[in-house]
């Protein structure tokens, strides 16, 4: 890509394959505010559960034969998250989908993913979080399991 002043940037200088358009909407209840990420105060509440549905064009670019087309492509999230106890441990189940080209006659490139997880801040502003990601879907032509078990320890200074 190159800037207004003609500056090459990005990509090592290498053109970007495709441009995307992306269009969200995002909702939370209850409406609480959280003093930062990670907060496991959930704004005082005992649980929150927020989510997103987005869509968009994934735009093809002509002078890549591979990347030449361009494809329609929505998804959405779910997530709740719940104090097991206030303020230290905090259950977290999320839901996530994905059509990756809704102009296809089909629901073979759908995936769908499930992740319980777990975060707990052992110390002041330490966090360890562990999760179990499950994904399914015919997107994937391997045929390997894309599951995976996360173990994230994190920190703010």
Do not use: C
Not at 96 to 109: M, V
Not at 129 to 141: F, M
């Amino acid at each position: 890509t190159t800037n207004s002043a003609g500056s090459t940037y990005g990509s090592g200088g290498k053109k970007h394959v495709r441009d995307i358009e992306r269009y969200a909407v995002f909702a939370k209840y209850p409406n609480v505010m959280q003093a930062t990420l990670p907060d496991l105060s959930l704004g005082g509440k005992p649980f929150l559960v927020y989510g997103e549905y987005h869509w968009g064009k994934v735009h093809g670019n002509p002078s890549v034969a591979a990347f030449n087309n361009t494809v329609n492509y929505q998804g959405a999230w779910a997530e709740t998250n719940f104090n097991i106890k206030r303020d230290k441990l905090v259950g977290i189940f999320r839901l996530d989908w994905l059509d990756p080209d809704t102009d296809a006659n089909n629901d073979l490139d759908e995936v769908w993913g499930l992740t319980p997880a777990l975060k707990w801040q052992f110390l002041n502003q330490m966090y360890l979080t562990a999760s179990y990601e499950y994904y399914d879907g015919d997107d994937n032509a391997s045929g390997k399991d894309d599951d995976r078990i996360t173990l994230e320890m994190s920190t703010q200074f």
